[in-house]
């Protein structure tokens, strides 16, 4: 687990909808399994490498992303052992017939500005077109909110594609943040007063 991990937040953020329970705030869970009417996000797990592979081997889901051969089997596997090692990934199942679909993770919590991040997602083309996106957003959004009072998004600068995404879902252009690899992004922010509102 990382240090990080193990270290209790300040104090939870209350919003209306979400009510301020310290006791619950003292450890952020990274990994709960969440569900949804058409999703269930559960933690990523050594054994689903074939399953996640296949879905992610799809080189159109990456030709806008900043690391375009992530469909190519040594790449994806880095970001595989990334998710796994992170202690925030989860695997994106169909609810109605456990489908795979994709991926998404927490990661990079700040205690100070009470934010963390929400990124590494991707989904089946299947699964393209809002509904889906939506629902996973939103299960992780109103998850973290019990703990911080901001979540961003880094997306690359030229995949358009997932910048009308985030604006779909309320996210706020808020300057940009390089990425782990030194790559400038631009930065998304929901905060948990305007996730409230909507």
């Known amino acids: 687990m990382p240090k990080w991990l193990a270290r209790p937040h300040r104090q939870c953020v209350a919003v209306p909808r979400y009510p301020c329970d310290n006791r619950l705030a003292m450890l952020f869970d990274l990994q709960p399994t969440l569900r949804g009417e058409i999703l269930v996000l559960r933690p990523l797990r050594e054994d689903d490498w074939d399953a996640l592979f296949a879905v992610g081997s799809d080189p159109l889901i990456w030709e806008q992303h900043p690391v375009r051969d992530r469909y190519t089997e040594p790449v994806f596997r880095e970001y595989f052992r990334g998710g796994i090692e992170s202690g925030g990934a989860f695997l994106v199942l169909d609810a109605k017939d456990g489908a795979v679909i994709g991926s998404t993770r927490f990661h990079g919590y700040r ?6 991040e929400i990124g590494w997602t991707f989904l089946a083309r299947s699964r393209w077109g809002g509904a889906y996106n939506r629902e996973m957003k939103q299960l992780l959004l109103r998850h973290a909110f019990q703990f911080v009072a901001a979540v961003v998004f880094r997306v690359g600068m030229q995949n358009m594609r997932s ?18 690899r030194g790559v ?3 930065l998304f922010k929901i905060t948990a007063e305007s996730f409230a509102r909507t």
């Open 184 to 186: 400038e992004n631009v």
């Open 111 to 116: 205690e100070a500005e009470s934010e963390i």
């Open 163 to 180: 910048q009308r995404a985030m604006e779909k879902i309320g996210g706020v252009r808020s300057g940009t943040r390089p990425d782990d």
